[in-house]
């Protein structure tokens, strides 16, 4: 997940962001099944190394992936060719996404809104991701909101998350932010994180004129019932 103005903080680590995140996969299946759904093209916002959209293509669905960080789009094409894919692949921030095409689904996969640490940035966003959807379009972004045990567990200690790369989480649970770094050797970076309630996400989504077709607790759908994570798919609303 990549999104914010430039110089991007994952331009510092973009070889390093594929080993950080080597765990997570639970994802990917969810993303590609909704892009096959969708039929394409898939527009992802925030697409790092091509985590989600290299499998998406892999599938037969045509990806246009932005990302804020020229590294991170440098690994997502030499991912895609070791795959033997084509994404089309462009520099932008997800605010104002370089994209004119219009499609039925925009992925934001990763928790990457969280990168919008403002509510006039949030809006930008959801706003940007509807301007680029078909009437009846989709928008599928994941989130989340730290449980209480995740905060003392993690807060301001260096936590080995995969061999070599260690990971600090610092919570700030008054102002809801999450200061985030990463390091390897001599490849660091940190960048700021902001957390809202579901409720509050919803609200967002009012605004920017979608309807909340469903809210789930996981990727395999299930209902929320008030964890960390939640996925949503919202609609756009043409009335």
């Known amino acids: 997940m990549s999104a914010g103005p430039e110089p991007s903080p994952y331009d510092a680590i973009a070889r390093l962001y594929d080993p950080w995140s080597a765990s997570v996969t639970e994802d990917i299946g969810f993303y590609v099944e ?5 039929g394409g093209p898939v527009v992802e916002l925030a697409c790092g190394t091509g985590r989600i959209a290299v499998p998406v293509a892999k599938a037969g669905v045509a990806v246009i992936g932005v990302d804020a ?3 991170m789009l440098e690994v997502a094409r030499e991912f895609a060719a070791a795959e033997g894919v084509e994404l089309d692949l462009r520099l932008g921030d997800l605010r104002e996404p370089p ?3 219009r499609v039925p689904l925009v992925l934001i996969p990763f928790r990457s809104l969280l990168h919008m640490t403002s509510e006039a940035e949030r ?3 959801l706003h940007a991701a509807r301007d ?3 009437p009846g379009g989709r928008l599928i972004f994941d989130v989340f ?3 209480a045990e995740d905060v003392e567990d993690t807060h301001g200690r260096w936590l080995e998350r995969e061999p070599g790369i260690f990971e600090r989480a610092d919570w700030d649970q008054g102002e809801r932010t999450l200061t985030l770094s990463v390091r390897r050797n001599d490849e ?3 960048m700021l994180l902001a957390w809202l309630s579901p409720a509050e996400w919803r609200l967002l989504l009012d605004r920017a004129g979608f309807d909340v077709e469903a809210q789930w607790g996981w990727f395999d759908r299930r209902p929320y019932s008030g964890g960390e994570d939640v996925v949503f798919a919202a609609v756009r609303r043409d009335a």
């Not at 909704?34 to 969708?38: D, F, N, T």
């Open 123 to 125: 809006l930008r966003a």
């Open 69 to 71: 960080s020229a590294g």
């Open 145 to 147: 909101a730290p449980s």
């Open 132 to 134: 680029l959807l078909l």
């Open 34 to 38: 909704e892009s096959l759904a969708a």
């Open 99 to 101: 994209v004119t095409e």
């Open 188 to 190: 660091a970076s940190t």
